[in-house]
């Protein structure tokens, strides 16, 4: 176990986490990284206009999808706007309350309208181009979220707002072909905050072909671990739907969250506002890309 990162996979983990044979680089931002963490409570201090500039510029380095550039930000600065915003998600004061406040977009828009700007029109709203769009504004939003980290900055990622998706969108005026992945909210934080604990390699790791057939005693133990550093078991969820747990921990808390479909009416949304979920259509007689 002589490697530099002992104490920060044990954070993370739970466990002490053997990297094998070799010696690994002591990098003083990755001991960061490992032991990053979401935060919701910020500080009363403001982030410097030209400090959100360069988390953008670090967003938008992430890497894109056969460069087609399929993210898209709003930074959401009117104050009025912003209110209207949280009214919508009162269980989540933070969006109000962070001090910067930035939406992540999926945009299949853009390709499209530079396809007709080059003469070369085309649909870009199969599964394939809403696929792409939302892993690209995705990788730009954890590339905003580690950047902030570095700066001493925490953040929240906000998928909720989908969960009200025809309001937001409204409110964002998002045209057709564009859909929010996250909000981000951003801000220096209030307090240290803590590590959450992932499930083990074991379980997330699979080495040359897919199996998880280890699965149930993995979480198990993972159960265990992160009940014996945080108890979650005077939190259970819906106990007269589900009844009372003698042992709660995060599985049965994720199970019981799953069972309660999120994200209704989404679907709808981006099928009434350009979306399929088929095939992308080939225009015969053009290059394969
Ligand atoms: C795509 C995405 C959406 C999220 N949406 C919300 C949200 O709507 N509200 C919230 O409070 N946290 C949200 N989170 C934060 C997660 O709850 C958090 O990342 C998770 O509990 C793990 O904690 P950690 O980031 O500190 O390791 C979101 C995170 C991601 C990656």
Not at 107 to 129: K, M, T, V
Not at 145 to 170: D, K, Q
Not at 197 to 218: F, I, K, N
């Amino acid at each position: 176990m002589t490697h530099p990162y002992v104490n920060e996979l044990r954070a993370r983990f739970g466990l002490d986490v053997a990297l094998g044979d070799g010696e690994v680089p002591d990098e003083p931002w990755l001991h960061k990284m490992l032991t990053r963490r979401t935060q919701r409570r910020y500080a009363d201090r403001a982030v410097p206009e030209s400090l959100v500039r360069l988390l953008l510029a670090a967003a938008f380095s992430a890497s894109s999808k056969s460069d087609f550039q399929q993210a898209s930000v709003i930074w959401l600065r009117d104050r009025a706007r912003r209110d209207r915003l949280a009214a919508l998600f009162p269980d989540m004061p933070w969006i109000g309350a962070a001090p910067v406040f930035l939406v992540f977009l999926g945009d299949s828009r853009r390709l499209e309208r530079i396809g007709a700007l080059r003469g070369h029109a085309q649909d870009n709203g199969a599964l394939e181009g809403f696929f792409n769009a939302a892993v690209d504004a995705a990788l730009a939003m954890q590339s905003c979220v580690l950047a902030a980290e570095t700066l001493g900055l925490g953040s929240c990622p906000i998928s909720v707002l989908r969960n009200r998706i025809g309001e937001v969108a409204e409110l964002l005026r998002l045209p057709d072909k564009v859909f929010p992945v996250a909000g981000l909210c951003l801000g220096y934080p209030a307090q240290a905050g803590f590590v959450s604990m992932r499930l083990p390699m074991d379980a997330t790791v699979h080495v040359d072909a897919y199996d998880d057939s280890g699965l149930a005693a993995a979480v198990d133990g993972y159960d265990r671990r992160r009940d014996s550093r945080h108890s979650i078991a005077d939190r259970q969820r819906a106990p007269e739907r589900f009844g009372t747990a003698q042992f709660y921990g995060w599985s049965e808390d994720k199970a019981r969250q799953a069972k309660t479909a999120e994200g209704g009416g989404f679907a709808t949304w981006l099928k009434a506002h350009g979306f399929t979920s088929d095939e992308p259509g080939d225009e015969p007689g053009d290059e394969p890309g």
